[in-house]
């Protein structure tokens, strides 16, 4: 595991949360805005700190899992994701080791690089998400924004 690259925030509506943590904290979101990825059922927006990354997501779908944490929980941290340097090697070892991974996927969301995402239900992981991403592919100018 190489470093945490964001946190994601579950939020109702991503327009408001945006403003708020822009106006709190002074942020400036990632350069796409906010983004629509409609396969997936949800609104996402980064908003670069330092060397990480706040990622607000609200979902579209009322079925996904962001939907029913909202339901079940309400608004707050949904996940972690930690940058791996060896994908699938992690991913194999943590199967090896008894915890469950509920999705493997592969993406095109950041600037049409795939990103390889893997994701550990919280019931394993002390009830927050835990994602798993392979930056590889992504060039270093990239990765923060």
């Given at each position: 595991?190489?470093?945490?690259?964001?946190?994601?925030?579950?939020?109702?509506?991503?327009?408001?949360?945006?403003?708020?943590?822009?106006?709190?904290l002074?942020?400036?979101?990632?350069?796409?805005?906010?983004?629509?990825?409609?396969?997936?059922?949800?609104?996402?927006?980064?908003?670069?700190?330092?060397?990480?990354?706040?990622?607000?997501?609200?979902?579209?779908?009322?079925?996904?899992?962001?939907?029913r944490?909202?339901?079940?929980?309400?608004?707050?941290?949904?996940?972690?994701?930690?940058?791996?340097?060896?994908?699938?090697?992690?991913?194999?070892?943590?199967?090896?080791?008894?915890?469950?991974?509920?999705?493997?996927?592969t993406?095109?969301?950041?600037?049409?690089?795939?990103?390889?995402?893997?994701?550990?239900?919280?019931?394993?992981?002390?009830?927050?998400?835990?994602?798993?991403?392979?930056?590889?592919?992504?060039?270093?100018?990239?990765?923060?924004?």
């Amino acid at each position: 595991m190489k470093r945490m690259d964001h946190v994601g925030i579950a939020v109702n509506n991503i327009e408001d949360a945006l403003k708020l943590y822009v106006d709190m904290l002074n942020l400036t979101p990632w350069d796409r805005g906010i983004v629509e990825i409609a396969d997936k059922g949800l609104k996402v927006v980064l908003l670069p700190i330092g060397e990480n990354n706040i990622e607000l997501l609200q979902p579209t779908n009322p079925e996904n899992r962001e939907a029913r944490f909202l339901r079940e929980r309400g608004e707050g941290l949904f996940h972690i994701t930690i940058e791996t340097d060896n994908f699938d090697t992690d991913v194999k070892t943590l199967k090896e080791k008894g915890f469950a991974v509920e999705e493997e996927v592969t993406t095109g969301l950041f600037h049409g690089y795939m990103l390889r995402l893997a994701w550990l239900p919280p019931e394993d992981t002390q009830g927050v998400w835990i994602e798993l991403v392979d930056l590889a592919s992504v060039p270093a100018s990239l990765k923060r924004h």
